[in-house]
């Protein structure tokens, strides 16, 4: 896995809007902030909840997405109890629908980041939201196919091509029943000639 795009320290913690907090609301801001310290002192809260869904139905790894939070991204997933599948109410959309949706901003490769990192944690790319729209589809269409060894046109910093691969290749092992999947045969499966017994 690639190392998160360079990121600004985030702002210094704020004590007022977590005055009276719950270590769920916490948890939220410490997403929307990418406040390392304000997690951990949610989740030092056996009352924390790592998969809380506010009013919208957004969890704190939602949040962490939207908000390109990528310090705290990394430990919201390590939590034994992260369901890095959870929809949303209003559109249905999991954390991996979003971070398909995110913008570049000033660091490139995030999108790219945040996408891998969901896969990587297990995201399952086949979950549709309200619209029918697995995270794939969210995508800009593929450009046109080029003439045989024409380059493809591709904005620079366009990572569309290579998170559009990493999902094709997610939504392939899924449909194969994952990478580990017993019935995937691998080079040890081959047999050899001469173990075979003969009459």
């Known amino acids: 896995m690639s190392a ?8 210094p913690a704020d004590d007022e809007p977590t005055d009276g907090a719950s270590s769920n609301e916490r948890l939220l801001a410490a997403a929307k902030t990418d406040n390392e310290e304000l997690l951990e002192a949610a989740f030092a809260d056996p009352d924390c909840n790592v998969n809380w869904q506010d009013g919208l ?39 991996l629908h979003l971070a398909v949706k995110t ?24 979950i549709k939201n309200k619209h029918a729209l697995r995270p794939i589809d969210t995508l800009p269409p593929p450009p046109p196919p080029a003439r045989r060894g024409a380059p493809v046109p591709q904005a620079e910093g366009d990572d569309t091509e290579a998170v559009r691969a990493l999902l094709r290749r997610a939504e392939a092992e899924m449909a194969l029943g994952g990478a580990g999947n017993g019935d995937i045969a691998s080079d040890d499966d081959l047999i050899d000639a001469d173990d075979i017994a003969s009459d």
Do not use: F, W
């Open 103 to 126: 913008e570049e901003d000033e660091r490139e490769g995030l999108r790219l980041y945040l996408v891998e990192t969901l896969v990587e944690a297990g995201a399952n790319p086949l």
């Open 57 to 95: 139905g957004n969890t704190a790894l939602h949040y962490a997405i939207m908000n390109a939070s990528t310090t705290v991204l990394e430990h919201i997933l390590c939590h034994e109890q992260c369901d890095v599948d959870l929809q949303n109410k209003l559109e249905r959309d999991t954390p």
């Open 4 to 11: 998160p795009p360079a990121r600004a320290p985030p702002p």
